[in-house]
């Protein structure tokens, strides 16, 4: 299995300032158009769906892990992950086959009944959930669990929370 990385930025319409409705002018129409070029199944496709802000300067600098520490703890997940799939033909989480969720993501009753409820509630697709898993997977390795936890659901599903602020409202 190929896996193919990008970064797909995108303003919430075309003066980029929606939804502050003192800022943009745009029309509900073109708000509606503009995000249409976007399905989706395509943002079903996508493993992190992410909206920043503005950033605040006066956190400038004042970061718990500086560049250095947090590739150190990437670093370090990508060996676990790469020694956990060392018999399988993948290497990485975002490789991993549907069939073989189960296996490599253990979750407890209590995990398994909180996915299943973003899963009814946001009415997701199976595509969502299996990405949201893997992310959570990968969240989970970033703190060396080997369990995935409500928590590094919750964080998953947050990377997931964009799909319903812009598509998922009426405007």
Same mark, same amino acid.
């Given at each position: 299995?190929?896996?193919?990385?990008?970064?797909?930025?995108?303003?919430?319409?075309?003066?980029?300032?929606?939804?502050?409705?003192?800022?943009?002018?745009?029309?509900?129409?073109?708000?509606?158009?503009?995000?249409?070029?976007?399905?989706?199944?395509?943002?079903?496709?996508?493993?992190?769906?992410?909206?920043?802000?503005?950033?605040?300067?006066?956190?400038?600098?004042?970061?718990?892990?500086?560049?250095?520490?947090?590739?150190?703890?990437?670093?370090?997940?990508?060996?676990?992950?790469?020694?956990?799939?060392?018999?399988?033909?993948?290497?990485?989480?975002? !490789?991993?086959?549907?069939?073989?969720?189960?296996?490599?993501?253990?979750?407890? !009753?209590?995990?398994?009944?909180?996915?299943?409820?973003?899963?009814?509630? !946001?009415?997701?697709?199976?595509?969502?959930?299996?990405?949201?898993?893997?992310?959570?997977?990968?969240?989970?390795?970033?703190?060396?669990?080997?369990?995935?936890? !409500?928590?590094?659901?919750?964080?998953?599903?947050?990377?997931?929370?964009?799909?319903?602020?812009?598509?998922?409202?009426?405007?």
């Amino acid at each position: 299995m190929n896996c193919i990385n990008f970064v797909v930025p995108m303003n919430p319409c075309r003066c980029g300032y929606f939804p502050d409705r003192k800022r943009c002018r745009c029309t509900t129409g073109e708000i509606q158009r503009y995000l249409g070029k976007i399905s989706e199944p395509l943002l079903d496709r996508m493993d992190l769906c992410v909206e920043t802000g503005m950033p605040d300067f006066s956190l400038y600098g004042r970061g718990d892990e500086c560049s250095a520490q947090i590739r150190r703890r990437v670093e370090k997940a990508v060996r676990i992950q790469k020694k956990r799939y060392r018999k399988e033909s993948f290497s990485y989480n975002g !490789e991993l086959p549907e069939q073989l969720l189960h296996k490599y993501c253990p979750m407890g !009753e209590e995990e398994q009944e909180y996915l299943n409820l973003f899963f009814e509630e !946001e009415q997701c697709s199976m595509r969502r959930i299996t990405r949201v898993i893997r992310v959570a997977r990968t969240i989970a390795d970033l703190e060396e669990s080997e369990c995935i936890s !409500e928590e590094h659901l919750t964080e998953a599903m947050r990377f997931r929370s964009v799909d319903r602020s812009y598509w998922g409202v009426s405007l």
